[in-house]
């Protein structure tokens, strides 16, 4: 009853009208992405994703041959089916199609409608019909059979060509890997030191404990910017340079401050009873830590453990400063933004399927875990 | 060794080092430091019990300090250096950095990404929080409009590629120009109006944030308040600004200071979509061109990035200790 124009039905129609729109709006963009990962070079270039289920019109070049050949009143005549090429076998498997126009220079492959009779360079003419006979007539005997140009109506065309070139042949699978062995021990390692110095944050009581949970506050929002420079040379010094290792302890300092906030902020919340009643019982710190603290934070250590992943899967920035430069230890998001992007810059089906692994696993995270995520950010924020 | 055998084995130490870490240090404080016996055991477990607060906080604390404080004294005192970082020269790089025009053109666009992304992040946001409070689908339509908060900023610069190219077959906004009569034109090469397209990615992507945590406000709002204002004979306007937007105030400055604090951090878009080219560098990207080539210079942008945040920074300080209290 309370809802903007929720009060008659045609506010509710608008209400429904204006978040389908937004919905479409925020999706759409994706599903292009998605729609043209599945499409080939041809059909990419020819017509936009949105017109993927129409049948689109691409040109084709044939080579003509020049047997057999007929005499006719002094005049030499070749006839055949454009569609017959067997190089054109893979698009028209049943020999037939459609043609719409068609050229004899490769500038204009459709320079001619179909039907339409037009003269050759060498000298005789040209016709290519509907169905894609064609016959020309030159006065002498040809010894080398001109190449014509076509434009068919072809089928719309899902193909898997670009996932395997992208998974199989582009370096994209090392790159796969390497984002793996990136994220996940960069997600794991700053889970117990942060649960540890939380628990500590939460529920003991020392001097200063003020001024370090301000002091977690401000970290978190230090410019991760600031830590490259220093750090580089840091890891350089003590002989961990640019590896695995140094981006694993890079993203585990730079994760810390939000899995500290966001563990004591849940910890604060537990239960006191159960904790001093443990103390009563005569559980040390640590036994309640391991045995009452961190099996009931597990919503919080998952909330964090989620943030963790994505934010180390999707980084750009810490992986290109952090690690070598090389193939062989590429992330997929440095893969694409300084390989593919350079030089694949014009292939749109590649970009589009390897932007679609890349974002294959965080959705699949996100859709599966979301609740987790939720908590997590409401937790984190709304406090 | 490969890097996947070397990333297990990371693990392992990794964990078993930090449990290996927690339990020894406190059973040497328990058993040998100060143990819970003979003449002094009363006092020796106090002194014990002020010990470990501090051993439960080392690692997290030594990472914290050598990862995110060492680095902005380090960055600060990197950047009094000339490129060598054999030479002090003061403030030199700071000087030569705001006779650059390049610099001042991204402070310049970096303060418009400031200014607007938060604000449109968090409008849209608060608005589909409102729009899909009592909608039976609601919670499939946040789903979908939460969905880029996951998509890393490569990803989804290269989604909008898609959307902004310039080929009419492929940028569906080329194709609205052609179909509407209009001359294609590259959305990113319009000087100025570009900063806005970049910023766009931005802020479909930090709208879902923005829903979520805005939607979670909304719904905490007492029912009382809404109902009452009903009954006062408030419109539906006048509830939702009167009412409920003052009570979620709060959290609308915590969304919008969270992702204030994104933005200066976001480099990926402007990086991978025009390359800092037609005038779009903010200072991210800017810091990157010298990352690598003069560490005097990436540091001297990187600190200017720092003095943006500090606003904020002081200001969520403050605002955790109000809590506390």
């Not at chain 1, 039907?115 to 002498?140: F, H, K, Q, W």
């Not at chain 1, 875990?369 to 406090?383: C, F, H, N, T």
């Not at chain 2, 290269?158 to 509407?180: C, E, H, M, Q």
């Not at chain 2, 991978?272 to 903010?282: D, K, P, R, V």
């Amino acid at each position: 009853m309370d809802n903007i124009a929720g009060q008659n039905k045609g506010g509710r129609l608008a209400v429904n009208i204006t978040v389908l729109i937004l919905v479409l709006l925020w999706l759409l963009p994706t599903v292009g992405l998605f729609v043209s990962s599945f499409r080939d070079r041809d059909q990419i270039s020819n017509s936009g994703w949105w017109q993927a289920p129409l049948a689109v019109d691409l040109n084709f070049r044939t080579r003509i041959a020049t047997e057999p050949v007929r005499e006719e009143n002094g005049s030499f005549i070749l006839e055949g089916n454009v569609f017959a090429d067997p190089g054109l076998r893979d698009r028209f498997p049943d020999g037939e199609g459609v043609v719409a126009a068609y050229g004899t220079r490769a500038v204009d492959p459709a320079e001619f409608a179909a039907g339409e009779v037009s003269d050759l360079r060498a000298g005789g003419t040209v016709v290519i019909e509907r169905d894609g006979t064609y016959r020309i007539v030159t006065p002498e005997a040809i010894d080398r059979g001109p190449t014509l140009y076509f434009e068919a109506r072809t089928p719309p065309r899902f193909t898997l060509a670009n996932y395997q070139t992208v998974l199989f042949a582009d370096g994209m699978d090392r790159a796969f890997i390497n984002t793996l062995t990136v994220a996940i021990p960069a997600t794991i390692i700053p889970i117990l030191i942060a649960a540890f110095a939380a628990y500590a944050l939460a529920w003991m009581d020392f001097p200063g404990r003020g001024l370090l949970i301000a002091a977690v506050v401000g970290l978190l929002v230090v410019p991760l910017q600031l830590a490259l420079v220093p750090l580089l040379s840091l890891h350089t010094s003590v002989g961990i340079g640019q590896s695995f290792l140094g981006i694993w302890l890079a993203h585990t300092g730079f994760g810390l401050p939000l899995a500290v906030y966001l563990l004591r902020n849940y910890m604060v919340g537990l239960p006191r009873d159960i904790i001093e009643g443990a103390k009563v019982d005569g559980a040390t710190d640590f036994q309640i830590f391991v045995r009452i603290i961190l099996p009931l934070s597990f919503p919080a250590l998952a909330s964090f453990a989620i943030f963790q992943f994505l934010w180390t899967w999707n980084d750009l920035l810490v992986a290109k400063v952090f690690l070598p430069s090389g193939a062989a230890s590429q992330v997929m998001t440095v893969k694409i933004a300084d390989d593919l992007l350079g030089s694949r810059g014009g292939d749109w089906g590649i970009l589009a399927t390897a932007a679609f692994v890349s974002i294959a696993v965080p959705l699949l995270v996100f859709f599966t875990m979301q609740r987790y995520l939720v908590r997590g950010l409401l937790a984190g924020s709304v406090k | 060794m490969s890097p996947v055998l070397q990333g297990i084995l990371t693990i392992l130490i990794g964990v078993g080092g930090c449990v290996g870490y927690f339990y020894f240090s406190n059973m040497i404080l328990d058993k040998v430091i100060f143990p819970a016996r003979g003449p002094k055991a009363g006092h020796n477990i106090n002194r014990a019990n002020q010990v470990r607060p501090w051993l439960f906080l080392f690692p997290a604390l030594f990472a914290l300090g050598l990862y995110l404080a060492y680095p902005v004294v380090g960055s600060f005192w990197r950047s009094l250096f000339d490129r060598s970082g054999a030479n002090f020269i003061g403030l030199g790089n700071y000087v030569d950095l705001f006779g650059e025009s390049a610099f001042r053109t991204a402070v310049f666009n970096n303060l418009l990404w400031v200014l607007v992304v938060p604000a449109m992040a968090t409008f849209f946001g608060l608005l589909i929080a409102q729009l899909t409070d009592r909608l039976s689908w609601g919670n499939i339509a946040k789903s979908l409009i939460f969905m880029p908060m996951a998509i890393s900023f490569v990803g989804a610069s290269l989604i909008w590629k898609f959307v902004y190219s310039a080929n009419p077959d492929i940028g569906i906004i080329n194709a609205l120009r052609t179909s509407a009569g209009m001359v294609a034109l590259d959305p990113l090469q319009v000087r100025f109006w570009n900063n806005f397209f970049l910023m766009f990615i931005l802020i479909w992507i930090q709208t879902g944030f923005a829903m979520v945590i805005l939607s979670a406000a909304l719904r905490g709002i007492p029912e009382e308040t809404i109902e009452a204002a009903i009954i006062d004979g408030a419109n539906p306007f006048q509830v939702f600004f009167k009412i409920k937007v003052p009570q979620i105030m709060g959290t609308i400055v915590v969304v919008w200071t969270t992702i204030t604090i994104l933005v200066l951090k976001v480099f990926d878009i402007v990086y991978t979509m025009t390359g800092g080219n037609f005038g779009t560098h903010i200072l991210p990207s800017y810091m990157m061109t010298y990352m690598f080539r003069d560490d005097g210079r990436a540091t001297a942008v990187a600190f200017v990035i720092m003095l943006l945040v500090l606003p904020v920074m002081v200001w969520n300080i403050r605002q955790a200790r109000q809590e506390m209290r």
